[in-house]
């Protein structure tokens, strides 16, 4: 229910679906009575409009997210035990039949947990992502195509543990950590996404599930620039993407899902 529920709330509160609705509503507001509410919310929209879509804004909101955790120095310590990659590089809505997967931008988890797989050739690799429609559409599980990109690239089929049930990063922490009984004297390493390793990691510390950040996939440089070369669509693409990060950590963290609303090292 959390799922779904969350999925329908974002599609309406999405800062491109407001931006849209105020300056829709002012539209139709205006030949009425409420002129000047009118007035207010198509102004309100169109700096929104403006901020949001031409601005670096969407990059500096990055930042927090993707500095917030760095990866460990696997040089000395314990051997690593496993790999823990977090599902959300495959758009299973479209891949056809005939492609061995259909890659997001977020495929850069996959290559990292091979190269990481080829550096610890005892580690287990686990996958965890299952269908993430909520219409019922019959998808496959993630974690099915993840297992044949993960063979294709080389790794031995014996090394792979999936997961196909979660929809979710608290799925992903409670059911992962259900499959493979982890003991506190392993070591797991934890791939996904820079943005999104604070939720993730708060998700697994829930479940109790002692895990090291990886992090991967970063989308800005970590420097502040004052300019940006993104069109409008771009930039409230981008400013819709992570604010969406920022709203699951808040909501998280209300449904007690996380114990930090951001978590940390």
């Known amino acids: 229910m ?18 849209t609705m105020a300056l829709a509503f002012g539209t139709l507001l205006y030949p009425t009575r409420w002129r000047r509410l009118s007035r207010s ?9 403006i901020l949001g879509g031409l601005s670096p804004v969407g990059e500096w909101l990055f930042f927090p997210l993707e500095n917030r955790f760095s990866r460990p120095d696997l040089a000395g310590g314990a051997p690593i035990t496993g790999i823990i990659i977090l599902g959300g590089v495959e758009d299973t809505r479209t891949m056809p039949p005939r492609e061995l997967a259909s890659l997001n931008d977020s495929a850069e988890r996959l290559i ?16 965890t992502g299952g269908a993430g429609g909520i219409l019922g559409t019959g998808e496959l599980p993630e974690a099915d195509t993840a297992a044949r990109v993960l063979e294709a690239l080389g790794v031995a089929k014996e090394r792979i543990t999936l997961e196909d049930r979660a929809r979710d990063t608290y799925e992903n922490a409670v059911f992962t950590k259900r499959l493979i009984d982890p003991s506190p004297s392993q070591r797991w390493l934890l791939i ?28 800005t440089t970590g420097r502040v620039e004052l300019m940006t070369e993104a069109g409008i669509a771009e930039g409230l693409q981008q400013i819709d993407f992570v604010m969406r ?5 808040l909501m998280y963290y209300i449904a007690g899902r996380t114990d930090a609303l ?4």
Do not use: N
Not at 2 to 19: E, G, N, T
Not at 41 to 49: D, K, S, T
Not at 114 to 127: D, I
Not at 245 to 249: A, E, H, I, K, M
């Open 2 to 19: 959390f799922y779904v529920l969350a999925k329908v709330l974002w599609f309406f509160l999405q800062p491109s679906s407001l931006i």
């Open 112 to 127: 990292e947990a091979v190269v990481l797989a080829r550096r610890f050739p005892e580690a287990r690799v686990v996958f």
């Open 41 to 49: 919310l198509m102004i309100g929209g169109l700096v929104a409009l």
């Open 192 to 219: 996904t996404s820079a943005w999104h390793m604070p939720r993730a990691i708060g998700c697994f510390r829930k479940a109790g599930f002692a895990v090291e950040p990886w992090p991967v996939d970063y989308r």
């Open 245 to 249: 990060q920022y709203v699951g950590l």
């Open 262 to 265: 951001l978590p940390g090292p």
